[in-house]
Nanobody, 124 residues
Framework: QVQLVESGGGLVQSGGSLRLSCAAS????????MGWFRQAPGKEREFVAG???????YYTDSVKGRFTISRDNAKNTVTLQMNSLKPEDTAVYYC??????????????????WGQGTQVTVTS
């Protein structure tokens, strides 16, 4: 069982930056694939970024070059650094953990544990 708690959301102007953190409980954190998803009002939850236990990363096209996902297995944390934010990045951001062993899954059904979400609002 893994419990995930996100922090770091907030209100920022277009072009600004935010850093989201996800703290995970459990002794097997390093074995999980970790991901960030987001859900904007009236839209489906979508994959943003993911990171394997080894550090390999994958991003959705709309955030490539602007967002960076990282993890610290010693501290059981995963971070999403978001730069050059745009109004269309406004959403509730969720941290998720997957028990899969290969690749970086990009669909919700491949993730087993979820945080409660943190709101990110980008104003123009």
């Amino acid at each position: 069982q893994v419990q995930l708690v996100e922090s770091g959301g907030g209100l920022v102007q277009s072009g600004g930056s935010l850093r989201l953190s996800c703290a995970a409980s459990g002794r097997t954190f390093s074995s999980y694939i970790m991901g960030w998803f987001r859900q904007a009002p009236g839209k489906e939850r979508e994959f943003v970024a993911g990171i394997r236990w080894s550090g390999g990363t994958y991003y959705t096209d709309s955030v490539k070059g602007r967002f960076t996902i990282s993890r610290d297995n010693a501290k059981n944390t995963v971070t999403l650094q978001m730069n050059s934010l745009k109004p269309e990045d406004t959403a509730v951001y969720y941290c998720a953990a997957s028990r899969l062993r290969f690749g970086v899954p990009m669909t919700q059904d491949r993730y087993d544990y979820w945080g409660q979400g943190t709101q990110v609002t980008v104003t123009s």
